[in-house]
């Protein structure tokens, strides 16, 4: 879930906070694994199909996406070598390379199916990048989009930490180019791109699901931002026991929305 020239820069992170950014980012693959093993068969994500992993970050969810569609090949790119050399060991039909979303190190027509989870957020040109997914896929290949929109997540009881918190992350985010409203738009950026039977859903993530220790660790809490941003290590550290204390409270309730849109590259252009 790497940005490549946006909002998201993993490797201007101090190394401390390098190390916890990446378990966090391998807490949230994990605890969001399910349900977009739900996603993959509706969208047409299948056995045999060659796959690209925009963003892979951790690498978690391309070894998923491996055993989902072997014996053929998934290649999970990222912006960030030290992201990769974090990730996981190549399982047998797992591929990484280091590139950026605005241009694939890959020829034309080359996969069946791209994925880009929680990238597109962080992009200040998302157009580009989909032009770059457009051209790698093959004809009638898909592209599976999946994000989220700030609109569309709540908390109750909500602490004045972190409106206080929530509201400096989407400043910097905006500040670096990112969009955290992205969700609604994906479908209008597909059409945009040239994808034709484009469609959106909604797939809800809640602390129902995964629990609240689970959905609370999975979330970024301005950490991505410490190095840049001494603020937020004073906002992290005012929300830190209220975290603790909603996760306590069995009233606390906490979700959002995964946007999951999808178009495929026409046959004839």
């Not at 201007?12 to 390098?18: A, F």
């Not at 790119?77 to 390379?97: F, G």
């Not at 457009?134 to 997540?153: E, H, Q, T």
Request: glycine share 8%.
């Amino acid at each position: 879930m790497t940005a490549q020239s946006g909002s998201y820069r993993f490797d201007s992170l101090e190394e401390q906070v390098q190390i916890q950014e990446f378990e966090r980012l391998y807490r949230q693959a994990s605890s969001l694994l399910d349900i977009e093993r739900q996603i993959w068969p509706k969208v047409g994500i299948h056995s045999g199909q060659k796959v690209l992993d925009v963003g892979c970050g951790t690498g978690a969810v391309t070894q998923a996406i491996a055993k989902q569609t072997a014996p053929t090949t998934v290649v999970g790119v990222d912006i960030s070598q030290k992201l990769l050399s974090q990730s996981e060991p190549s399982s047998q039909n797992v591929a990484w390379k280091q590139g950026s979303v605005y241009s694939l190190p890959f020829e034309d027509n080359s996969f069946d199916v791209v994925y880009a989870r929680l990238l597109l957020q962080h992009l200040n040109e998302p157009l580009t990048a989909l032009a770059n997914i457009f051209r790698v896929l093959k004809p009638n290949g898909i592209a599976c989009i999946v994000d989220v929109d700030k609109d569309w997540s709540s908390l109750y009881p909500e602490p004045d930490s972190s409106i206080a918190l929530d509201r400096a992350i989407i400043e910097k985010q905006l500040s670096q180019g990112g969009d955290p409203w992205v969700g609604r738009k994906l479908g209008s950026y597909l059409k945009s791109s040239g994808f034709s039977g484009v469609e959106t859903s909604i797939k809800l993530v809640d602390s129902d699901q995964l629990g609240l220790a689970s959905f609370f660790g999975m979330l970024s809490l301005g950490g991505s931002y410490q190095s840049e941003n001494k603020q937020f290590q004073s906002l992290r550290q005012a929300i830190e026991p209220d975290i603790r204390a909603l996760i306590n409270n069995p009233n606390t309730w906490a979700g959002f929305a995964l946007f999951v849109a999808t178009g495929r590259k026409p046959t004839s252009l």
